[in-house]
């Protein structure tokens, strides 16, 4: 069984965000088309890309100072796991 420990108050990544500096982030599409996630360093460089299928949720973890972004439909909170 896996525990979530919620760290912050959920938001979206309508723009760049570092999710109050999470290294470990809970993700989901809560709109009605596949949304993608783009990571970037604190220097505004893109690492990375990923599609979020609607409905679904992701664990993305990343530097504390990385952002992600995506769209308003993708709610993200920061999160231990324990």
């Keep these: 069984m896996r ?8 938001g979206n990544l309508t723009s760049a ?3 109050n500096f999470a ?9 009605g088309s596949d949304l993608v996630i783009t990571q970037k360093n604190a220097g505004g460089t893109t690492l990375a890309t990923v599609t979020l299928k ?8 990343k530097d504390a100072r990385d952002t992600l972004q995506g769209g308003a439909a993708l709610k993200v909170v920061s999160i231990d796991f324990s």
């Design 3 to 10: 525990i979530l420990s919620l760290k912050a108050s959920e």
């Design 54 to 61: 609607t409905k679904e949720v992701m664990f993305i973890r």
């Design 17 to 19: 965000s570092n999710v």
């Design 23 to 31: 290294k470990c982030v809970r993700v989901y599409n809560s709109g």
